[in-house]
């Protein structure tokens, strides 16, 4: 069992630093957005899994055995019905760890689901006030505000599309038609999910680089798969002027953060449109850039090898915490 902890805490710094700089640094993602988050997301589970079960096989090694031994062994010890003679300081250390770290990440989890949650709870009470449905397109709100603005807020049976009164006058008919298309993807194929993960994965651990760099690039991956399921029924070139005059207003997202401000009606106050800060100028760019200058996919064998290794990466922490007495 020692072996494996050693492959374990291998596996989880090679996942923390190297490989997430690598894959942020590589061409590839662009051409194939949904392998790329397949693969950003089996890092993240099976960086989060290695570190655990590293410190988990660690602590529990001198009870010997298989894991589901050494976890009953370990329950005995802790209700007081047999001695914890074999276990040293480390080892209860390296088990204090894994279970911290565990309720650290769950924990950190459920906050940010309630943080979103209670924010666009708080952004739709705004919206019921400040805004009015627009008649020709279905769910979508209009603000009035002076900049070009388009987000959604998810909510299930309630998600809608938000769109400032300055981006309708604006756009173009089939420009508008491809930035409401663009936030209808982020609704229909869930992404404020993955955002959440992330950004959960962000807030419990700040100072890890696959935290900080997964987080940037789901968020950059996330509107690629949106521009494609715009560009099947929009030209590109509309698609890039509809992207651009978009930019102007802060980067369209479907993850709203919205603060509490106050306002007068028919004027959209600062909390009803997402405040993300600077705007992502490199990230508009790639967008722009894979528009103007397309590249064919990623084949299926190279695709396949890009699923395989997200595959990989998930299955051998887990085959290693399964049976770590083989190592």
């Known amino acids: 069992m020692l072996v494996t902890a050693y492959l374990?805490?291998?596996?989880a710094l090679l996942l923390a630093w190297p490989v997430p700089v690598a894959l942020s640094r590589a061409r590839w993602t662009s051409r194939s957005p949904f392998a790329a988050m397949v693969l950003w997301q089996a890092i993240a589970l099976a960086g989060g899994l290695s570190m655990i079960g590293a410190m988990l096989v660690y602590g529990l090694e001198p009870l010997g055995g298989t894991l589901v031994g050494a976890l009953r062994r370990a329950a005995t010890i802790v209700l007081g019905n047999e001695s914890a003679d074999e276990l040293h300081f480390w080892h209860l250390f390296a088990l204090s760890a894994a279970a911290l770290l565990t309720v650290h990440l769950l924990f950190t989890l459920l906050l940010t689901y309630a943080r979103?949650?209670?924010?666009?709870?708080?952004?739709?009470?705004?919206?019921?006030?400040?805004s009015s449905p627009s008649g020709a397109l279905e769910r979508t709100w209009v603000i009035n505000h002076p900049a070009p603005v388009a987000y959604c807020l998810p909510g299930g049976s309630r998600s809608v599309t938000v769109l400032s009164d300055s981006l309708m006058e604006t756009l173009a008919p089939e420009e508008l038609a491809a930035v409401v298309r663009h936030e209808k993807a982020h609704l229909t194929q869930r992404h404020h999910l993955l955002l959440w993960a992330f950004e959960a994965w962000r807030s419990a651990l700040?100072?890890?680089p696959t935290s900080r760099l997964a987080r940037q690039a789901v968020n950059s991956l996330v509107e690629m798969l949106a521009d494609d399921v715009a560009r099947r029924s929009t030209p590109d070139d509309v698609l890039v002027r509809a992207i651009a005059l978009v930019a102007v207003g802060g980067e369209?997202?479907?993850?709203?953060?919205?603060?509490?401000?106050?306002?007068?009606?028919?004027?959209?106050?600062?909390g009803l449109v997402p405040?993300?800060?600077?705007?992502?100028?490199?990230?508009i760019?790639?967008?722009?850039?894979?528009?103007?200058?397309?590249?064919?996919?990623l084949g299926r064998g190279a695709t396949a090898v890009v699923l395989a290794a997200a595959l990989m990466l998930l299955a051998v922490p887990t085959a290693l915490l399964i049976?770590?007495?083989l190592f």
């Open 8 to 11: 374990l805490a291998l596996l």
């Open 116 to 130: 979103i949650v209670s924010q666009r709870r708080r952004h739709r009470d705004l919206l019921s006030l400040l």
């Open 206 to 208: 700040p100072w890890l």
């Open 252 to 270: 369209s997202a479907p993850d709203v953060v919205a603060g509490e401000s106050g306002g007068s009606r028919g004027t959209a106050p600062a």
């Open 275 to 283: 405040d993300r800060g600077d705007p992502d100028d490199a990230g």
């Open 285 to 297: 760019a790639a967008r722009l850039s894979r528009l103007l200058t397309p590249r064919p996919p």
């Open 323 to 325: 049976a770590p007495g």
